[in-house]
C-alpha cells in the first residue's frame, strides 16, 4: 500500500529558530495535509494542500504541494516553546476512504 | 458546527476484562469515521474506519472489534483486553476519504 516517508524522526532545535521537516511517497497523492499533535491530545489540522505546486501560510507556518505530487513540506519560523509536539503529514488519494499518514516529527525546543 | 466526542478521557482495566470505548460526532451526517492507536511517542495506527451505518473495515487483525450503531457513534470493543492493548486511542471524522480528519480528544487506556 501507499507509505508516507515523514523526517526527520526527532528534531531539536533553540527557540527562535527555523524549522523544516517534510514528506515524500512513491504514490501521487491528491491532497497533502499537516497536523500538530500535543501531548495527551488528538492531532489538530494546521494545513491543507489540494493544488499541486499550493504554497499556503498559517501564522508562521508554511507548507507546500510539491509539483510532482510526492512529497510535502512544512516550514515553521521563529520557533517558540508552543511549538513542541509531534507534527504528521498525511496524504489523500481519490477515491479512497482514509488518509495515509507519516510517522511523525517530534520536535523539542530549548528555551 | 461539527464536534466530535471521545470518552473516557482514561481507562484502567485488568487483563482480560472488557472494553468499550464510545465517539460521537454532532453537526454531520454520514461521516466517514475511524479509529487509531497511537504507542507512546509513536506514529498513528488505523485499526478501524466506517463510511456508514454497519459498515465496518478492519485493518488490522487484533483483539479487537468495532461497531456502527448509528450514523455519528463509532464503538471500539474488546471483549477481554491483553496487556498489548494498552495505548492512547484515537477517533476521528471525515467528511469523505480524503478530506482533512477531527480528531477526538483521546483514550489513554492502561491494561493491568
Known amino acids: 500500500g501507499q507509505q508516507l516517508n515523514q523526517s526527520p524522526q526527532s528534531m531539536f532545535i533553540q527557540e527562535g529558530e527555523d524549522v523544516s521537516m517534510n514528506c515524500t511517497s512513491s504514490?501521487?497523492?491528491?491532497?497533502w495535509l499537516w497536523y500538530k499533535q500535543d501531548p495527551g491530545e488528538g492531532p489538530v489540522l494546521l494545513i491543507a494542500?489540494?493544488?499541486?505546486?499550493e504554497l499556503t501560510s498559517n501564522g508562521r507556518l508554511t507548507a507546500q504541494f510539491g509539483i510532482t505530487r510526492k512529497d510535502s513540506f512544512l516550514n515553521i519560523s521563529a520557533s517558540i516553546p508552543s511549538d513542541v509536539g509531534i507534527y504528521f503529514c498525511?496524504?489523500?488519494?481519490?477515491?479512497?476512504?482514509?488518509?495515509?499518514f507519516g510517522q511523525g516529527t517530534r520536535l523539542t525546543i530549548n528555551p | 458546527s461539527q464536534t466530535i466526542h471521545q470518552w473516557p478521557a482514561t481507562l484502567v482495566q485488568p487483563v482480560g476484562s472488557p472494553l468499550s470505548l464510545e465517539c460521537t460526532v454532532e453537526?454531520?451526517?454520514?461521516?466517514?469515521l475511524y479509529w487509531y492507536r497511537q504507542a507512546a511517542g509513536r506514529g498513528l495506527q488505523l485499526l478501524f474506519y466506517?463510511?456508514?451505518?454497519?459498515?465496518i473495515s478492519s485493518e488490522v487483525p487484533q483483539n479487537l472489534s468495532a461497531s456502527r450503531p448509528q450514523d455519528r457513534q463509532f464503538i471500539l470493543s474488546s471483549k477481554k483486553l491483553l496487556l498489548s492493548d494498552s495505548g492512547f486511542y484515537l477517533c476521528?471524522?471525515?467528511?469523505?476519504?480524503?478530506?482533512?480528519?477531527?480528531f477526538g480528544s483521546g483514550t489513554r487506556l492502561t491494561v493491568v
Open positions: 476521528a471524522w471525515s467528511p469523505t476519504g480524503t478530506a482533512g480528519y477531527t
Open positions: 504514490s501521487i497523492f491528491n491532497t
Open positions: 494542500l489540494y493544488k499541486a505546486g
Open positions: 498525511a496524504g489523500g488519494i481519490q477515491g479512497a476512504q482514509k488518509l495515509v
Open positions: 453537526g454531520t451526517s454520514n461521516p466517514n
Open positions: 466506517s463510511v456508514g451505518i454497519g459498515q
